[in-house]
């Protein structure tokens, strides 16, 4: 099994800046650390994520404004969201997807809430 916390959640005025850490219990490689959102009336979303190689793959939407990094030695992940909008309000999800010999298991934390006021 494998726990993840997030932090770094809050309340940011349009413009602003906040950085999300995701920490695991434990973690198994190769593995693909990631970000999703879901907002409000709307299903969850793909933000970023990074392999273990640290390959990066980002939405659209927070290309050249979010950062998506890891520290192997803290099992943490970390996004950096810069240049905030009001649609990036959402409850933000880490996710871990560990690759098995009989497929991957994905493992998700709690959730932080991120509001961005306009």
């Known amino acids: 099994q494998v726990q993840l916390v997030e932090s770094g959640g809050g309340l940011v005025q349009a413009g602003g800046s906040l950085r999300l850490d995701c920490a695991a219990s434990?973690?198994?490689?190769?593995?693909?650390m990631g970000w999703y959102r879901q907002a409000p009336g709307k299903q969850r979303e793909f933000v970023a994520a990074?392999?273990?190689?640290?390959?990066?793959n980002y939405a659209d939407s927070v290309k050249g404004r979010f950062t998506i990094s890891r520290d192997d030695a803290k099992n943490t992940v970390y996004l950096q969201m810069n240049s905030l909008k009001p649609e990036d309000t959402a409850v933000y999800y880490c996710?871990?997807?560990?690759?098995?010999?009989?497929?991957?298991?994905?493992?998700w934390g709690q959730g932080t809430q991120v509001t961005v006021s306009s």
């Open positions: 996710n871990a997807r560990i690759y098995r010999s009989n497929g991957p298991d994905d493992y």
């Open positions: 434990r973690i198994f490689s190769p593995n693909t």
């Open positions: 990074i392999t273990t190689g640290g390959t990066t």
